[in-house]
């Protein structure tokens, strides 16, 4: 409906411009404008310009490279029937019609619907609620009679992972959130040069002020930026003079490992950091894991505000599949690819595939097809949305979806969609 009318607008004698990662958006178009190679420092360059056949043919493009070989369904077998579910009945929040559903263990569902059939409603307003307060009560809910939410003892945690900003100061980064930052501090600290100064990994917080034994610069409190506020204008960021963005004391940058300062570390992208620390396991580890899915080119120090929605989102995903101690979480996540290229879809769906195979529980609110094509059970819900929806249209794996759901929109858009992306 909404290609309908930005056609019609264009018809009218205007032009359109959209910013798009959506695969029949992009087909649609009669001029596209690639930008790339890659994200971050890798990227900033036009790649590609012209009709989809001639970006398909650009062979510097990634996006013709997923319009040329669009990934193909399943990517890997389905896990098929659980014996044990999370089970949310009666359901009456919103538009929901008094609704049962039965959430898998260990499985990966997808929750689909058009706009305002109720998934938001079920998934984070009933499930994730529910769920929260049972865990936290571990009460019996079953004299509630409506909204209830039924845990089986499998199920110890759970935990949405949504898009919002990681880290509430701008010293968070992606090697202090994800975890491993106390490890980089230690083999600092283990160097012999710390050791003759009396240097331990506090030194190299950003977080303890020299006062205390820190060695952060104290002019900009180890932001390596200063924020000077401007009348009528947004904020203007200057490197701190003190440190010129070193965010370390010159002391402290006196200590090097490998011939590195700390600064020079946290100036490191994940790609080099790889290499640089190939011979300390428990940095490889998260290390890989931001390769897997797809942030090689972020750097270990750059500050958590200033990343984009889907890069935080990953990393949220990356601290979880790091820890020691998995499974037995339910993980809840509403429109993940929300803001994701192709490639990027490609990459997710291989970590949310890690996190069920470590024994979680996934349950996704997408309308993105090459997610609900990996699903192990669609949940559709609808007909329609507000009071026409709210109701489940079909279920069961994809297979099943598009054989039985006779009213589900889903149904008839994914089994043309798999006509073209399944195996
Ligand atoms: N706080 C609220 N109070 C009353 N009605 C609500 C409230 N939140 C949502 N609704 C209504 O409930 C229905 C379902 O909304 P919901 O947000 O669950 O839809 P959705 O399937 O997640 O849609 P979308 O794909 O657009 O996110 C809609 O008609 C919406 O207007
Ligand atoms: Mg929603
Ligand atoms: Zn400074």
Known sequence: MLLRTLKKLREKGN?????????????????LIDL???????????VAAGTPKEIVRASASVTGRFLREPMRHPTRPRRGESKLFVEVRDATLHNLKRLTVKFPVS??????????????????DVLLRGAETALRDRRDSSERKENRVVLPPDIRRVLEVDQTPIGKTPRSCPATYVGFYD???????QVPEAKMRGY??????????????GGRCDACEGQGIKRIAMSFLPDVRVPCDECGGRRFTLETLEVRFKGKTIADVLAMSVEEALE?????????????????????????????????????????????????????????????????HMADVARLVEVLHRLVDAGNTLVVIEHNLDIMAEADRIIDLGPEGGDAGGRVVAQGAPEEVIRDGARSYTAKILRKFLKTHGR
């Not at 032009?15 to 001029?31: G, K, L, S």
């Open 15 to 31: 032009t359109v411009v959209v910013v798009e990662h959506d695969e029949t958006t992009i087909r649609a178009a009669e001029h």
């Open 36 to 46: 790339g190679p890659g994200a971050g420092i890798h990227g900033g360059r036009l």
């Open 107 to 124: 499985r990966f569902t997808v929750v689909t619907g058009v706009s305002g059939s109720g998934k938001s409603t079920l998934v984070r």
């Open 183 to 189: 490890d980089i501090r230690r083999l600092f600290a």
């Open 200 to 213: 331990g990994p506090e030194r190299f917080s950003f977080n303890v002020p020299t006062a205390r034994g």
């Open 276 to 340: 640089f620390f190939k011979a300390e396991p428990f940095l490889t580890r998260p290390l890989s894991l931001l390769h897997d899915v797809g942030l090689d080119y972020l750097t270990l120090g750059q500050q958590s505000p200033t990343l984009s929605g889907g890069e935080a989102q990953r990393i949220k995903l990356v601290t979880e599949l790091a820890k020691p101690t998995q499974g037995r979480t339910l993980y809840i996540l509403d429109e993940p690819t929300v803001g994701l």
